[in-house]
């Protein structure tokens, strides 16, 4: 995965493994395992870690604009989301050495869930749609109407990039449901956190 992430200012590997963190940090410090099955939380921090691999340094903008081969490969939709989507299960599924999920059994449906889960989540990145999913999870929250979580909840998971997790925590826009959740994502915790998250996957 990381040879296949670009060398660009900001859309890198160590994006990508912030926020795989972050997503780690969320199902870690909030209710989230209680409503997620265990393919789905698997699906979380893949589409994490996945989610802006190949990055070009480009926008879809950009790619639209310049009628770029990615643009007419993808019909100027979500652009650059659907080629993460593209090389992270060429990747998981058919390069040799890093087929993560080659081995994940269709019969009891778990690699249909883990893949829509992906696609799902990697797709709502696409700041077109950024947003309005803040906005609707705020609403969500304000109400108070988490008896379903849905397609809806696991995209907004990841979603919303590090910084703009600590930009809505810390102006007090989204409230984690209790301190040691909104502490765990906060920039004054991250360096621990990670340090321990770093240990536990195993990473140096």
């Known amino acids: 995965m990381q040879k296949n992430y670009h060398p660009t200012p900001f859309h890198n ?7 795989l963190h972050a997503a780690w940090m969320m199902l870690n410090s909030t209710h ?20 802006d691999v190949g990055h070009p340094g480009n926008t879809n903008g950009f790619e639209l604009a310049t009628f770029s081969p990615l643009a007419l490969k993808y019909s100027d ?3 650059l989301e659907r080629h993460h989507c593209f090389l992270a299960f060429q990747l998981m599924l ?15 449906g778990d690699l249909q869930t883990i893949r829509k889960t992906i696609i799902r ?38 979603s919303a990039d590090v910084t703009n997790v600590d930009d809505h925590i810390e102006s007090g826009k989204i409230q984690a449901r209790d301190t040691p959740a909104r502490n765990s994502v906060s920039p004054v915790n991250r360096r621990g956190s990670m340090k321990s998250f770093s240990e536990s996957t195993g990473a140096t």
Request: net charge negative.
């Open 13 to 19: 590997f160590y994006h990508g493994y912030s926020v």
């Open 32 to 51: 989230a395992r209680s409503v997620l099955t265990t393919a789905e939380q698997l699906s979380v921090l893949f589409a994490a870690f996945c989610h």
């Open 77 to 79: 939709e979500s652009v």
């Open 94 to 108: 058919r390069t040799p050495g890093a087929e993560v999920l080659g081995k994940v059994s269709t019969k009891n």
């Open 121 to 158: 989540s990697i797709l709502g990145t696409d700041m077109r749609l950024h947003f309005g999913h803040c906005e609707a999870l705020e609403a969500r929250i304000a109400t108070k109407s988490y008896s379903a979580f849905d397609d809806f909840d696991l995209g907004w998971v990841t």
